[in-house]
């Protein structure tokens, strides 16, 4: 054998296979690799949106979370301011309730006085008649001089 034409028969075969690799085996592969990339790109890109995303939502929970503590600490100013108006309403109610406490507990001390008079005055009128009855010596009738008792009782 010849080493020229084996070395042609060779680069013959060499050529026809890089031809046939290059027209059958090499664009499915070029376009494999390409979906590959471009898989991996939208990934990456996913991933980036992700990101963001995950950064704007972190950001909108503090600022969910920075509202609701304002609108808990105005909840609790409200919830104390009307504790106080409570608080105050109750004084004034109470302050309300003694003062008419008292004016009654003075009513009746002035009736309580009338009515000691009164007695008083009966009391009185009574000794007056056993007072008067002894100095007689003879009873003097309550009914018959009823006029006289209603008099010294009015003066006195």
């Known amino acids: 054998m010849n080493i020229n034409a084996t070395l042609i028969g060779q680069m013959i075969a060499f050529i026809v296979f890089v031809w046939f690799c290059m027209k059958f ?13 471009k898989t991996i ?16 939502a ?14 808990a600490a105005e909840i609790v100013a409200i919830a104390e301011k009307r504790a106080a108006e409570v608080a105050d309403e109750a004084k004034h109610q109470a302050k ?47 009914k018959s001089h009823a006029r006289l008792l209603e008099t010294v009782a009015a003066k006195l």
């Open 41 to 56: 790109a939208d990934g990456l890109a996913a991933a980036e949106r992700g990101k963001r995303e995950h950064e704007l």
């Open 96 to 142: 309300t309730e003694a003062e008419r406490i008292v004016a009654a507990a003075k009513a009746d001390i002035d009736q309580e006085v009338v009515r000691a008079k009164e007695a008083l005055r009966a009391a009185v009128a009574e000794l007056a008649v056993a007072g008067a009855a002894r100095i007689l010596e003879k009873e003097v009738d309550a």
């Open 58 to 71: 972190e950001k909108r929970a503090l600022e969910t979370l920075k509202k609701a503590k304002q609108d």
């Open 25 to 37: 085996v090499w664009p499915p592969l070029t376009r494999i690799l390409e979906e590959r990339k």
